[in-house]
Structures are given as structure tokens and as C-alpha cells.
């Protein structure tokens, strides 16, 4: 049974920073294309961060870009998602998805395969 495990999250100040992890289990996903998402209250969940399974390719959404950084490790089946200058705008549910392809997460997102539970980064004023 695949599981994705988020951890990392919690409440910062606005300008402050968070490492976010995700743990995949259930099988080898060094193959596999690895993200985050994010969704705000009253808002739709969107695309935040893509890696390719090798590492080569990152993707960031413009909203995120310079700020955040995505990153793998596949000996440890594990994504980070470093976020520095954070603002309140930031502040939501990130989730973690696994899929074959970085195209699904960038242009069909409710096609990715697998998700984590999400947790919560809270960003004050």
C-alpha cells in the first residue's frame, strides 16, 4: 500500500522559513515524478512545485519562485520543499503527490496518482 507521510509544517512568522518533508512507502517511486500542492480556506488546490525522478527538472510556480525550493532524495524515497521568505499569503494545507509524469501535476492535477494527507503551514503577520 503506497503512503505518503507529510511532516515539516507549523506556524512562522511572515519573512521566516520552513522545510517541509514527504516520505513515500509502499514501493520505489525513484522513477516517478514528485511535487507539492497547497490549498488555502475557500480556495482550490494549487500547483506549488515539481521535480522529474531524477532530479534534473524543477518547476515552480510563479507565485513561489526565488522563495521556494523543491528537492528529492531517491535513496531515502523522500521530497523536501525548502520555503524561505514566507509571507501569510503562503499560509495553507500542502499536500504531497507522486505521479509517472511532471506534466500530469503541471496540467492535469486531479489525474496525479497519489497524495498525502496534507499539513498545515500557518504564516503570521
Known amino acids: 500500500q503506497v503512503q505518503l507521510v507529510e511532516s515539516g509544517g507549523g506556524l512562522v512568522q511572515a519573512g521566516g522559513s520552513l522545510r517541509l518533508s514527504c516520505a513515500a512507502s509502499?514501493?520505489?517511486?525513484?522513477?516517478?515524478?514528485m511535487g507539492w500542492f497547497r490549498q488555502a480556506p475557500g480556495k482550490e488546490r494549487e500547483f506549488v512545485a515539481a521535480?522529474?525522478?531524477?532530479?534534473?527538472?524543477?518547476y515552480h510556480s510563479d507565485s513561489v519562485k526565488g522563495r521556494f525550493t523543491i528537492s528529492r532524495d531517491n535513496a531515502q524515497n523522500t521530497v523536501y520543499l525548502q520555503m524561505n521568505s514566507l509571507q501569510p499569503e503562503d499560509t495553507a494545507v500542502y499536500y504531497c503527490?507522486?505521479?509517472?509524469?511532471?506534466?500530469?501535476?503541471?496540467?492535469?492535477?486531479?489525474?496525479?496518482?497519489?497524495w498525502g494527507q496534507g499539513t498545515q503551514v500557518t504564516v503570521s503577520s
Open positions: 503527490a507522486v505521479d509517472r509524469t511532471v506534466n500530469n501535476m503541471l496540467k492535469l492535477p486531479a489525474t496525479v496518482a497519489y
Open positions: 509502499g514501493r520505489t517511486f525513484s522513477m516517478y515524478a
Open positions: 521535480i522529474t525522478w531524477g532530479g534534473g527538472g524543477t
